[in-house]
């Protein structure tokens, strides 16, 4: 049972312009959702998070919205950079446990 | 016993000593994880250990050394450490698939260390 679904394994965007990045989960127990990035050969590292009781969290040039009627959340880059390119995970954090999504590619093309 | 343990769970330490924290899992996982936990920020992961790779992550300081003997213990050694490192300390564990540790879904976390460093 994947409780958290990255649908989209690929993106590609044009520098400059927004990139959207959607991640669906199952488990209403979530109480923190995580986006972190991950270059190849490095380490994952920590974007931004939401708690389950907000709707928007803004940090720079990434924003992350949560619905939680929807069980939806995406993470909002503008403009994006090429070096914004990276596998991009998000994360529900609930119960002791911190569940993944599969991950999508993001490619920002210059 | 089962699930993930840590030990201690409270330590206090000033800035000269040297201490370890231990994290025990009996799940048979086969990837482990440190994070830390500040007042106000999330989680952040600090290293991954699984039978293909080791991650790290590049903003931890050399003041934090891991060490992964087997598949189900997990060391995090500190040395000469500063206030601002005093936090939670996490332990994780999966069971990490062919593609590598983030080819998985669910970590198991243990209650956690928590360090105040004086």
């Known amino acids: 049972d994947q409780q958290v679904k990255q649908n989209s394994p690929s993106l590609s965007v044009q520098e400059g312009r927004i990139s959207i990045l959607n991640c669906d989960y199952t488990?209403?127990?979530?109480?923190?959702f995580l986006w972190y990035k991950k270059y190849p050969a490095e380490g994952p590292t920590f974007l931004i998070s939401?708690?389950?009781?907000?709707d928007k969290n803004e940090d720079g040039r990434f924003t992350v919205f949560l619905n939680k009627s929807a069980k939806h959340l995406s993470l909002h880059i503008v403009p994006s950079q090429p070096g914004d390119s990276a596998v991009y995970f998000c994360a529900g954090l609930g119960g002791g446990r911190l569940t993944f999504g599969e991950g999508t590619q993001l490619t920002v093309n210059p | 016993e089962t699930g993930v343990t840590q030990t201690p769970r409270h330590l206090v330490m000033g800035m000269t000593n040297k201490k370890s924290l231990k994290c025990e899992q009996h799940?048979?996982?086969?990837?482990m994880y440190w994070y830390k936990q500040s007042a106000k920020k999330p989680l952040e992961l600090m290293f991954v250990?699984?039978?293909?790779?080791?991650?790290e992550n590049n903003s931890v300081p050399s003041r934090f050394s891991p060490e992964c003997p087997n598949s189900s213990h997990l060391f995090l050694h500190l040395h000469t450490l500063q206030p601002e490192d005093s936090a939670l300390y996490l332990c994780?564990?999966?069971?990490?698939?062919?593609?590598?540790?983030?080819?998985?879904?669910?970590?198991?976390f243990g209650p956690g260390t928590r360090l105040t460093v004086l």
């Open positions: 994780a564990s999966s069971q990490a698939a062919s593609g590598g540790v983030w080819a998985t879904d669910t970590q198991y």
């Open positions: 939401i708690s389950s009781i907000k």
């Open positions: 799940l048979g996982h086969n990837a």
């Open positions: 250990y699984s039978l293909e790779e080791r991650v």
């Open positions: 488990n209403s127990m979530f109480d923190y």
